[in-house]
Every structure is written in C-alpha cells, then in structure tokens.
C-alpha cells in the first residue's frame, strides 16, 4: 500500500477512473502481444533469401521500435496494412484459448468494479466478454452521439481497432497517423481525459503506441492519470511521471503471479473505508494508518531489529575498526531504523530527489566531523560516536518543509541515515585508515 494507491482509492470513489486495458492483461489467453504479433508474421515470410529481414525485425524488436519493424517487413516482403491486418486476425484466432478458472486472469475483477467506460488498445472481445457490457463494443472514432452520454452506460471502446472489422486494426505508423489525424477522434479522447483520470493496466513501461499516444496529445493528459507496472526501477517511475505524466502504481509478482497481484491491487481501489471513523483516519494493512490521505510513517519494529545485515557493506567497514561490538550492534540498529524510514518515504510518494537531500545533508555532518574529530584525534570509537550525536539533531534548515510531521524522521533514523550512505559503495564512507580488500 502506498500513496498513490490511496489516491487511486479516492478518485475511483468518487467515479472518476476510466480503465485503460492493454495487451498484457490477455496475456493469460495466449492472445499475442504486439512484439509477438511481429515476430510471427516475421517468422512467416521472411524466409529463404528474406532471412535478412528477420535479422534487421528482430534488432528493431529488442530497441522495442515496433513501427520501424513493421515498415521492414512491409517494404521487403511486398505485405502493405490490409495484409497485416489479416495476418493479425489469423494469428490472434489461432492462438487464443479459452480458460474456465477466473481466478487465472483479471477481467472477472475488472467486470466486478464499478466502472461505466473502459478503453482499450486491445483487438479482441475478452473484456466486452467478461465485464458483462450493455452495449456492443465500438470504435471510439465511430461514435457519433453527444459525449455527455459516454458515462450513462458500460461501453468498451477500442482505439486501435476490433478483430471484427480487418480494417480498423491500428498496427503500422501510417494507420497511426491516419486515425490520430482525425479531429473528431482527438475531441473525443479529449473529453474522456478532461475528465476522468485513465488507469493503464497490461502495459509495459516501453509500449510505443501509449508513449507516442500521450507525448502526441499531452495537452490531452494534463491531470493526474495512473499505470499499474510490475515492480518498475525508481529511475523508470520518475522517467513515466516526468515525461509522460503518469503516476505508477506497483506491484510485484516475483514470487506470486500477476493476476493474483493485480487483484490485490483492484480490491484495494475498490475499498470502501469505514464511514464510521469519524476523525478522518482509516487503517491499512499492518500498522499503518492514513493521515489526511498519507501513509503514517510507523518506522521500524520490533521484529525488523532481528534483521541480519553481517554481509552489508556498512557492516564491515564497521568490523575492520577497534570498534566495540556494542557500537556496531547498535549502529546496525540504526541502519534498520533509517532503511525502513526511507523505504516507508518512498511508498509515501516522497521523490527520490528530496530523499537525496536528506542523505545529503547527514553526508556533510559526517564530513564535518571527520575533519574536526577524526583528523585530530584518529579514534574511529569517538568519530563514529561524534557522527551519531550529531545526526540524532539533524536540523534541515528551511529543506524541512520538504516534509510533513508525519514524514520527519526520528533520532534513531537520523543517525542511521550515515550507514544508509555507507552501505553504498559508490560512498566515500569509512570509519579509519583500513579499507575492505
């Protein structure tokens, strides 16, 4: 649980998510997804004296430029969109399977919640199929009643065409643009996002058509809309915020799967909070409640202190010093303590950035007195003691407005937040003379 799932819980209450279905959520179907869908029609024709072509797809496939794939192939192997529109029907029809255990993908879940408008880029039915719909799937570009009635109803809405009309399949860029192109289609995107906030689900964080789609329309994406991705790298989660506008929402199916762990995810959102709590605060899972719609940062507990962390960086450069075992008990404590302050940050929607200011600011205290006491007297027991003092009065200056009360950090966290450097190896941190071999 996180803050931004906890906005994601609120705007679906208040009936202003549309879901935005893409190819992964098919996945369990065997529905190919598009690099699959390029990769069998490239199986299929570039044979023989075309081997060539596979080589080139499969390179433009591992760069992920999909559109690129498709004009090789169109080009060099004489198939223009009518060709490859069919060929996706045929592949699609022949490797779709039908599944009687619900519990195996995430439509049934979709289907329960209380959406009226679902869009996708998908080319199938199964969501029209699942999710139990009053009307037929249609074309966003072929609706031609007042937007005002797009939300009276449970619709599904395909972008990029529907395998019952060949010719709508969206697959190469000059399909692209053509329906792009199309003024009538914008002002309808327009008035869905202008709106409603999108939540994207069975995307990856590389899908060409939805970065071109949003970094073509930004204007149309303005406010707050959500991705669901599967334990994304920090760096990817600032890249989709800062570039496109998204606010992710994660899981992680490492050991698990991704329907159970997306279901867990919907559930959530779905969740009607006790009406009864008067005071305005709710309780999440374990021990953490929610404060004006922010995670409460609990810190570290008891049983967090039983961490084994011998083998982290921090530790030996705390081992090869004439240093107590009691300090370096409890500067592992610290360590703990300061781990779980941040990761408790991150899940409370704080950036990396202001995350870094922070470590910063306890890197320069750590300077500060290797200079005036390690320097001058040479005894690592005193400079660690001097550095922990120090931090356990941390004071941010006017950076602490980075941080709500409930977001500022303890004495135990503070001086824990010097081990956090030092368990990095990129970190010039050591408590002495000696360094690791």
């Given at each position: 649980m996180d803050?931004n799932?906890?906005n994601?819980?609120?705007?679906?209450?208040?009936?202003k998510?549309?879901?935005?279905?893409?190819?992964?959520?098919?996945?369990?179907?065997?529905?190919p997804?598009w690099?699959?869908?390029i990769?069998e029609?490239?199986?299929?024709?570039?044979?023989g004296?075309?081997?060539f072509v596979?080589?080139?797809?499969?390179?433009?496939?591992?760069?992920?430029?999909?559109?690129?794939?498709?004009?090789?192939?169109?080009?060099?192997?004489?198939?223009?969109?009518?060709?490859?529109?069919?060929?996706?029907?045929?592949?699609?029809?022949?490797?779709?399977i039908h599944?009687?255990?619900?519990?195996?993908?995430?439509?049934?879940d979709?289907?329960?919640?209380?959406?009226k408008?679902?869009l996708?880029?998908?080319?199938e039915?199964?969501?029209?199929?699942y999710?139990n719909?009053?009307?037929?799937?249609m074309?966003?570009?072929?609706?031609?009643?007042?937007?005002?009635?797009?939300?009276?109803?449970k619709?599904?809405?395909h972008l990029?065409?529907?395998?019952?009309?060949?010719?709508s399949?969206?697959?190469?860029?000059?399909?692209?643009k053509?329906?792009?192109?199309?003024e009538k289609?914008?002002?309808l995107?327009k008035?869905?996002?202008?709106t409603?906030k999108?939540?994207?689900?069975?995307?990856?964080?590389?899908?060409q058509?939805?970065?071109?789609?949003?970094?073509?329309?930004?204007e149309?994406?303005?406010g707050?809309?959500?991705?669901?991705?599967?334990?994304p790298?920090?760096?990817?989660?600032k890249?989709?915020?800062?570039?496109?506008g998204?606010t992710?929402?994660k899981?992680?199916?490492?050991?698990?799967?991704h329907?159970?762990?997306i279901r867990?995810v919907?559930?959530?959102v779905?969740?009607?909070?006790?009406?009864d709590?008067?005071?305005?605060?709710?309780?999440?899972?374990?021990?953490?409640?929610?404060?004006?719609?922010?995670?409460l940062?609990?810190?570290?507990?008891?049983?967090?202190?039983?961490?084994?962390?011998?083998s982290?960086?921090?530790?030996?450069?705390?081992?090869?010093?004439?240093?107590?075992p009691?300090?370096?008990?409890?500067?592992?404590?610290f360590?703990?303590?300061a781990?779980?302050y941040?990761?408790?940050?991150?899940n409370?929607?704080?950036?990396?950035?202001?995350i870094?200011i922070?470590?910063?600011?306890?890197?320069?205290?750590?300077?500060?007195?290797?200079?005036?006491?390690?320097e001058?007297?040479?005894?690592s027991?005193?400079?660690?003691e001097?550095?922990?003092e120090t931090?356990k009065?941390?004071?941010?200056?006017?950076r602490?407005?980075?941080?709500?009360?409930?977001?500022?950090?303890?004495?135990?966290?503070?001086r824990?937040?010097?081990?956090?450097l030092a368990?990095?190896?990129?970190?010039d941190?050591?408590?002495?003379?000696?360094?690791?071999?």
């Open positions: 803050f799932l906890v994601l819980n609120k705007d679906y209450l208040e009936g998510v549309v879901p935005f279905i893409g190819a992964g959520l098919s996945v369990p179907f065997k529905v997804t690099r699959e869908l990769e029609i490239t199986a299929k024709y570039a044979v004296e075309y081997n596979k080589s080139a797809v499969d390179v433009l496939l591992e760069r992920n430029d999909y559109w690129d794939a498709i004009d090789q192939i169109k080009k060099f192997m004489s198939l223009d969109d009518q060709d490859i529109q069919s060929l996706i029907i045929e592949i699609i029809e022949e490797k779709k599944i009687d255990d619900e519990s195996l993908h995430n439509y049934v979709i289907g329960k919640m209380d959406f408008l679902f996708t880029t998908n080319y039915n199964l969501l029209y199929k999710i719909c009053e009307t037929y799937p074309l966003l570009r072929d609706i031609d009643f007042s937007t005002q009635t797009l939300f009276d109803k619709r599904v809405f990029h065409g529907h395998m019952s009309n060949a010719g399949i969206v697959i190469s860029r000059d399909s692209y053509e329906l792009y192109n199309e289609y914008n002002n995107l008035a869905v996002t202008s409603k999108l939540l994207f689900m069975g995307f990856s964080f590389d899908d058509f939805i970065q071109k789609l949003i970094s073509d329309h930004r149309f994406f303005k707050q809309h959500y991705i669901l991705l599967d334990n790298p920090d760096f990817r989660v890249e989709l915020k800062d570039k496109f998204l992710t929402i899981y992680n199916s490492e050991n698990s799967s329907p159970k762990e867990k919907l559930a959530f779905a969740e009607r909070k006790n009406e709590n008067t005071d305005g605060n709710t309780k999440g899972e374990g021990d953490c409640g929610i404060i004006d719609n922010k995670l940062i609990s810190g570290a507990k008891i049983s967090d202190m039983d961490k084994n962390v011998e982290n960086l921090f530790y030996k450069k705390l081992r090869i010093e004439n240093i107590t009691g300090l370096i008990d409890l500067s592992s404590l360590y703990v303590a781990e779980s941040i990761r408790e940050l991150k409370n929607g704080i950036s990396i950035g202001v870094d922070l470590l910063g600011k306890a890197f320069i205290k750590y300077k500060e007195r290797y200079s005036d006491t390690y001058k007297f040479g005894d027991q005193q400079f660690i001097v550095v922990h931090l009065k941390l004071d941010l200056g006017r602490s407005k980075l941080f709500s009360e409930n977001e500022v950090s303890d004495e135990d966290e503070n824990g937040l010097i081990h956090i368990d990095d190896e990129k970190r941190i050591w408590w002495g003379e000696k360094r690791i071999k």
